[in-house]
Every structure is written in structure tokens, then in C-alpha cells.
């Protein structure tokens, strides 16, 4: 135990102190919760708590980003089983103004190809800040209860979810005998600082009731749960094996009905004027709640016309969520750090005196770029006065807006100290000293290092192993950061296949992972499994892990379910010759890339671009002989009559708007796209079909109207 009292410390000796207490905490919590292995006694672990709470009391300014006073004591993500979902978790788009909300309602008239004035009918509710569930009911019992996820893939947390007084455990009669009530496990405003006072003498405590809401159901333990005052409230449902009723309302009252605690707040409206009326109530209402809430969700009311609308990618466009405003505090800017992104991007990231903002305490906040700094927006017109341009010393507004990180907002001139100068944006790279350099029209500077800058290489592997690409379990930031610095030749990853060779190559050597601080026996056993477990992953995935420019999850997507596999998606992309913009077509590989839907030049240029250069390639073979890319699942699961096939819509449709004629041939498994060419199979044109429809009789494509298109669906 270090035994210099803690008001005779240094500012240097404190930060020492501090960072070694991180590192030493956060072994001992992988030993306690991942291998189940402590090495020292709870007392002396909460010595070492304390000691780091009381040292962070003197010196608040060196409060650690990984702090083990900001962390929560709850299971690492792994210690519980996994549960597929039967239907995916989606989440909800955001919008901030009374304009946005005016344009979400303009645009699901326009998808159903409602007039202004026919009806359409909302439901308004609070959105709970707490964390959504997922409870499974078989013949009216509960058999398992899962966290969100990534959407398609939640933790079990059955056992401890049992412990929670107002989920039912069992259904009255007359329920469906398959029935997935979704919602939000949340804890109040009151028993939060309750359990805080509980909890203070641990040195444990949670940052906010949303925090203390997960941290508490994460427990290994469920009667640490069972201690914890968690509340649940039903909004929504997944599989059921019969419907709930034909609105949303009735569906929901429906589960307050069989036992559910449902929201009191939520409110039916015909009109728009109603919609914010409701967000207005609500929103006055948000203090005196006794629980956090972050928003206002509309949802269609009508079942039948939800399902029209169908999904979007990671959200259904039937609803949204109207955000309150971002909460806002000041501080004083301590220094600028510059980050080094996948793409060599520079982002300025301020480091601020620790401020709390909507029960958070902030400690970083991001700069956007060089002329966000100097006070210039992305259009190149100033958003603040002249003279706001940030300085280090300057005392500044910042805002949080839900999980959002943080930025500054502004400076507070009269605060200014007198020495401060205006910040100069490094022209070299601070990781390998390459030149940064800001191309004409953008506003990115960039580092030039490429391969040799090994923060684009961390960032790079760091992307790949990310949740929603290789999603590798046991291997995140630091343990990317730890393989990539090792000396030895068994422990280094430079590129993702080193990543899958990591076991073979440990075989041989004698420096063993598990002998190194940090890791242990079993550790190193599960993460080699979970890589073993990654050798075969969604096309999707693997596409959207190599971190291409302009690919993300959408776009990944996208292309994989055109091309079903990744062989096919690579020919094209290696084939396509982009076209020199004087007018030249590209050839037809280029052209079946653009016609994909969604993927337009810039997306297409990126990826041509990507498979052009010999050293991606060389990445993406070594990475090909360690795992194999599974064909994309095609949407809908079920095979119909219009599987795979390429469908183009054209002219004037009359029962459904163009985007809802297109997500309905996806929803059947088929492809659409925006022009006719070879690979068409199908073209529905309406009314006023013009050189589309030339185009597929010159091609010998069939062609049909609209009413045959509905009598094939239906039929
Ligand atoms: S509906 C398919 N209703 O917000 C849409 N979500 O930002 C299902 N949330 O993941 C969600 N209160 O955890 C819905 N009244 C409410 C909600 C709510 C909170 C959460 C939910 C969701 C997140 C999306």
C-alpha cells in the first residue's frame, strides 16, 4: 500500500499514483469478474478504491478518462449467455426541431401516399432512460429476458431480470402462447440517490439512474439485482404468435392489461398541432417526473399502416423520437490533443476541468476540425463572433446531448486569460510525423504517413474488431493497443489476419499471452475462442470491418445483399473502371456497382479505389486464408417468388409512393434498382413510363403494371 499521506503528494507523484491505481483496479476487476480469480481481499481491493477516490478529491483536474471512480461494478460484457433475438431490436431515429417532426410526419404521408388531410393518427410518449428488454413469454411464463445487443444478438439476463418485482413472472390466461414484450428497465430519480447513500461506503457508485439501471442487472450475482430498485416499463412488442390489437394504443393497453406497468403519459393525436402539444406537456412535466426521461416518441398509431412502412436499416419508419435539448455547463479548457483516425483524419479532442452535465461528469469534448477551432463552419461561414476562437485557458460552454459526445459550443471572452494565443493546428502528424496536409475544399487536415503511421494502423484494426464488425470478444481498445506495440514477433498483430494466426503462432513461442500482466490463463482461453468463433462471418461484416471509406454499416449491407458473396462483390469491384468525368459511362461492372440501391458514385469510387491498390489486396487475401466470408442472409428469411431477382420501378403508381413500392419487392427478397439494364428482371411501369420502359422492351425485359404487380404479391 503506497503510504505517502494524500495531502503531502505532488501534482506529478498524484497523477502517478492515479494512473498506476487505473491499471492495478482494472486487473483486479478481470481477475474478480472475468476469470472469477482475485488475487487480493475485497478490503484491500476497496483500500485501493478509496485511495483513488480520495486522491482524485484533492486533485479533481487529474481525474483519469478510465478512471476506476467512472466505472461501475458490473459483469464484463461475456459472463452472460447469448440470445438471439426473433425479431431484431431496432432503435430510433432522433429529431431535435418542430421542423423535424413537421418533415417526419410529411414523409410517412408521402410513403403511404396519404393526402395532407387524410387521417393519421400518432401516438406521443415519454422515452425512458433506462436500458430496453426484451422478455419472452411461452404459454404465459417467462423463459428469457434480453438485453438489446448489437439488435439481432442480447445478453441473457433471465435470472436477474426474475428478480425485478414488476415484470411478471407468469401470464394470466388467454395470452398468446408466443409473446415478446419489449421495454425499458429503468430506476427511479429517488431510489438512485437512495442506493448512491447505500453505496458511498464501497467507494462504488454509478454516474446516473440510467448507469445505475444497467450496472445493477449486469450483477453475476442475481440477489445483488434483487437489492437494486429496478422498474420496468412496457412500450413495445417483438414475436407474438397473435396480434395485440390493431393500434399501437390498444396494444399496448393490452399489456397493461396482463400485468404490465405501462406508460400513463402516452396520448393519441390526430394532428401535428397535437403532436407538440404533447411534447410540450411532456417536457414541462420532466423535472417534477420521478424517473429520467430523454425525449418524446411518436409512433403510428394504426398496426396495418406500421407495417407499410416497414424498416429502414436500424429503425422503423413508422416512428421517431423528438429529443429535448442538449443540457449545457461551462468549464475551462485544459489542453487540445490531436487524434489520429482509420483514415489519418486529425481531430482536435478538448480536454476540459471534470464538469458534470445531465449527471455525467465530462471530462473530454470534440473540436470537430481546425476551422471549428477558429470559429468556421463546414460551409466556411463563421458560427461565432470573430473573436471566439478557442484557446487553450479559455472558459467554455459545452453540451451533452443524450449519447452523444460532448462539444464545445462556445467561449466566454471576459474569462479569457490574458497569455492564451490562438491555437495552432499541428501541419505534422503526432504519431509518425508524416506531413498533415489539408486537400483544397475540405476540412480535414490528413496525415500522408498511410502504412507507416501506426495510429491510422490501431485505428484501423481497432475498427475491425468492433462490435459491428468482427465484434471479437476480450479484444478491444487496449488489448488492439498492447498486440500492436508487442516486441515479440508471437504476440504482434499489424493486420487483421495476424489477429486469427495470434493461437498457431503462441504455439511455438515461448513468451506466453497468459504469463503477461493482464491477461491469465482462462482469459487467454476465451480469446482465442472468440477469435476462432469470428472465422466465419456475415459478408456484411467482413466488408464493413476492412474499414473502406464511405463503407459503413448501410452501405456494407447493402452491397452484400446485392452481391450475396463477398468473391462476387470483389470481381465487380476490381472489373469496374470509374468513369474520367468527361462524360464516359464507366464500363458495365462500374454500372452494376451504381445501380445498386442506395450506392452512388462517391460509395462505388471508394470501393474500386480500395481493391485498386496491391497492398489492400494483399490484406484482404492473408485475411481470406483465415476466414471465410458467409453469403449475405437475403431479408425476409422466407423465399418467394420474387427471391433475388432485380426489379425497376417506373412511372406514376397509384396505390403505394415509389419508396414504398421499393420496400415492399425488398421485404419479398428481390433487389431494386434505378435503371434498366441486363440484369433487370422485372419492370412495373405506371402511367407516364418513359425511357425506362423503351429501354426494357428494346432488352426483351417483361414488363408489368401495377395492378399485376399487387395480384403477383398477393396472389
Ligand atoms: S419504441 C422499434 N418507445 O429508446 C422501436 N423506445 O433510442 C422500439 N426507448 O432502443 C422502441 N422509451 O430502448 C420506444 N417509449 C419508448 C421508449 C423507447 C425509451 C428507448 C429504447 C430504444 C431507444 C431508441
Redesign the pocket.
Known sequence: MPTTPVENLTETQAAEELARLAAELLAHDRRYHAEDAPTISDADYDALKRRNAEIEARFPELVRADSPSLKVGAAPSGAFGQVVHAKP????D?VFSDEDVVDFVASVRRFLSLGETAELVFTA?????????SLRYEKGALVTAAT?GDGTTGENVTANIRTISEIPQQLPKGVPDVLEV???VYMRRDDFLDLQKRMAESGQTFANPRNSAAGSLRQKNPEVTRSRPLKF?A??WGETSAPLGATQFDAVQQLGRWGFVV?ER?KRCATLDEMLAQYRAIEAERAALPYD???V?Y?VDRLDLQERLG?RSR??R??T?HKFPAEKATTTLLAIDIQVGRTGALTPVARLEPVTVGGVVVVNATLHNEDYIKGIGNDGNRIRPDDHDIRVGDTVTIQRA?DVIPQILDIVPDKRPKDATPYQFPDRCPACGSHAVREEGEVVRRCTGGLICPAQAVERLRHFVSRNAFDIEGLGEKQIEFFFGAEDEALRVRSPADIFTLRERQKSSLTKLENIDGFGAVSVKKLFDAIDARRSVETSRFLYGLGIRHIGETNARRLARHFVSFGALRAVAEAARIPDGKGDKGNEAWQELNAVNGIGDVVAEALVEFFAEDHNREVVDALLKEVTPRDEEQVGGVETQFTGKTIVFTGGLERMSRDEAKAMAERLGAKTAGSVSKKTDLVVAGPGAGSKLKQAEALGIEVIDEEEWFRRVEG
Open positions: 431490436m431496432l432503435s430510433l432522433n410518449e415519454p422515452k425512458i432512460d433506462g436500458l430496453s428488454m438489446r419489449r421495454g425499458e416499463f412500450y413495445a406508460n402516452m426521461i430523454d425525449g416518441v409512433k424498416f429503425s422503423p413508422w416512428a423520437a443524450g
